[in-house]
């Protein structure tokens, strides 16, 4: 269900791909290499969504470090993986199809939303209850707020996910 995957150099010029023209600008590659350059995400770094030319919604860059036997990096590898395939993954967890289920970063850009049939990313959720007065207590927990998505008040749960700097919000 990947859009594409392609691995880049340490200039972040393309090297191999499983698509002609896969859509990622420079500078996400760029952000890509230095995040793991700084061992700011060793194994693995979820970026902001982007639009995909070919994909019907946005796509989420995936990334590892092309690893020498010494440690030291010598490209990436970036798959390309649109938003609805992390947002069925959670309904497939059987969920159900009424609960809003939300894949957030820690820097409260969404990666991944779906309510019913709807899929979005992109939204910004730093200045929202979660990312002002929840997430600084726990990894976990829940708390009551007004659903932005309807403006019914309701109980969310959510998680941190401690390898990965994603909150998953349901």
Not at 86 to 100: I, T
């Amino acid at each position: 269900q990947l859009h594409s995957l392609a691995a880049y150099d340490l200039d972040g010029q393309l090297v191999a791909a499983t698509v002609l023209h896969p859509v990622l600008p420079e500078l996400k590659i760029k952000d890509h290499l230095t995040s793991h350059a700084k061992n700011l995400y060793p194994d693995l770094f979820i970026d902001k969504p982007v639009q995909c030319q070919t994909a019907t919604n946005s796509c989420i860059p995936v990334s590892m470090p092309l690893e020498r036997p010494d440690g030291a990096i010598d490209g990436v590898i970036v798959a390309l993986i649109p938003t609805e395939v992390f947002a069925n993954y959670f309904r497939q967890l059987h969920l159900g199809d009424d609960k809003l289920i939300v894949m957030t970063g820690t820097d409260g850009i969404i990666r991944a939303r779906q309510y019913h049939d709807k899929i979005s990313s992109g939204g910004d959720l730093t200045n929202s209850q979660l990312f002002r007065t929840e997430l600084p207590k726990a990894l976990s927990g829940r708390y009551y707020a007004t659903a932005i998505t309807d403006g019914i008040p309701r109980f969310f749960t959510y998680v941190s996910m401690l390898d990965y700097p994603l909150v998953i919000l349901v």
